[in-house]
Structure formats: structure tokens, C-alpha cells
Antibody, heavy 120, light 106 residues
Framework: QVQLQQWGAGLLKPSETLSLTCAVS????????WTWVRQPPGKGLEWIGE???????NYNPSLTSRVTISVDTSKNQFSLNVTSVTAADTALYFC??????????????WGQGTLVTVSS | EIVLTQSPDTLSLFPGERATLSCRAS??????LAWYQQRPGQPPRLLMY???KRATGVPARFSGSGSGTDFTLTISSLEPEDFAVYYC????????FGGGTTVQIK
């Protein structure tokens, strides 16, 4: 059974950089699109972006100027950086395994979520 | 960008009743639509993909239909654990979600 374990700082000040990492175990790392999704408190889901196992990223056009997703295949891990955070970036952040351009692009395994709060 | 519009925002039903949730896309996604269930404090759970295919372990009371721009998720008889928020999702160029439908106990 695939497991995604995520971690990172939960409290940031405005203008700081958000950094989260997700480790994948129990399944193949190749062939999937490793994805980040966020959910502001009480609101819906927003796709942040994804990266293929060989390192090709795709980002939400609304966030692309501040977001970097990277992958470390030697550790079966992938990471999210969001620069210059504001209160609008306060959300529950999820990592997930995606099917990318195949099928419906569905996200079939998810991490437990990390609450990131941006406050001065 | 393809926008997904879900309706209704909230559905109030009794256990045992049938739930019908709608998702409309701003342009055709053929059959490439997925549905998720999210319970409070948990990550979303994949229910359906390619509009009508159940994900592993999803009970048969969940079914999906539709193609093009109009899709439906049906729960034939609501169990207590089905009261949750449901999201549809598509992927054309990039991935987007609908705004969600809350299924609550009446």
C-alpha cells in the first residue's frame, strides 16, 4: 500500500518561504505525477502543481511565479517551495500521487495534510 | 482553464435516501472526470475516475455517469459515513476541482 508522509514548517511570517516535503513508500515512484494541493480553512481544493518522477514540473498558472516543486528520486521524495507568502497562503497543504495526463489525471493516494499558517 | 461548477452547494438528506450530485464543466472533458469524498479532518478520497469507474475499495452504492460537460455522482442509499463533502475534478492542461457539494444529515 502506497503511503505519503509529509512534513514542514507550520507557522510562517509574511514574506517568508513555505517549504514542505513528501516521502513516498510502499509503491513505485516512477510513472506518476507527484502533486501538491491546498485547501484554505473552510474552503475547497486548489491544485498547486506537480512534478514527474523524471523532474518535469507543471504549475497552476495563478501560482507559477512563486512556486517550485522538485523531486529527489534517490529518496523517493518531492518538495514544495512557495516564496513571499501572505495570509492568503494559509491553508492545509496535501501531497498526493497523480495519474497526470493519463486517465482523468486523478489523485489516488494522499498525504495526511500539513496546516500552514501565515501570520505576523 | 476549464471551470467545474457543482450543484447543489448543500444536500440535506436522511440516511437511506438517494443522493444525486451534479458537476458541470465549462467545456467538454469527454469522460475524464473524477470524484472525491472528503470527511472532516481527512484528506480527500478518490471515489470515481473516468466518470463511471469506481476506485479500489469504493462501495457499489456509489455510481458515476455523464460525459462531455454534464456529470452525476449518485449514492443509492446513504450510509452514516457518506455524509461528507464531495468534489469533482478534471485534468485538461492542468487540474481543477469543483467547488464541492456538502451532503449533510437532515
Amino acid at each position: 500500500q502506497v503511503q505519503l508522509q509529509q512534513w514542514g514548517a507550520g507557522l510562517l511570517k509574511p514574506s517568508e518561504t513555505l517549504s514542505l516535503t513528501c516521502a513516498v513508500s510502499g509503491g513505485s515512484f516512477s510513472g506518476y505525477y507527484w502533486t501538491w494541493v491546498r485547501q484554505p480553512p473552510g474552503k475547497g481544493l486548489e491544485w498547486i502543481g506537480e512534478i514527474t518522477y523524471d523532474g518535469s514540473p507543471n504549475y497552476n498558472p495563478s501560482l507559477t511565479s512563486r512556486v517550485t516543486i522538485s523531486v529527489d528520486t534517490s529518496k523517493n521524495q518531492f518538495s514544495l517551495n512557495v516564496t513571499s507568502v501572505t495570509a492568503a497562503d494559509t491553508a492545509l497543504y496535501f501531497c498526493a500521487r497523480g495519474l497526470g495526463i493519463t486517465s482523468s489525471g486523478q489523485l489516488d493516494n494522499w498525504g495526511q495534510g500539513t496546516l500552514v499558517t501565515v501570520s505576523s | 482553464e476549464i471551470v467545474l461548477t457543482q450543484s447543489p452547494d448543500t444536500l440535506s438528506l436522511f440516511p437511506g435516501e438517494r443522493a444525486t450530485l451534479s458537476c458541470r464543466a465549462s467545456r467538454s472533458v469527454t469522460s475524464y472526470l473524477a470524484w472525491y469524498q472528503q470527511r472532516p479532518g481527512q484528506p480527500p478520497r478518490l471515489l470515481m475516475y473516468e466518470a463511471s469507474k469506481r476506485a479500489t475499495g469504493v462501495p457499489a452504492r456509489f455510481s458515476g455517469s455523464g460525459s462531455g460537460t454534464d456529470f452525476t455522482l449518485t449514492i443509492s442509499s446513504l450510509e452514516p459515513e457518506d455524509f461528507a463533502v464531495y468534489y469533482c475534478q478534471q485534468r485538461y492542461k492542468w487540474l481543477t476541482f469543483g467547488g464541492g457539494t456538502t451532503v449533510q444529515i437532515k
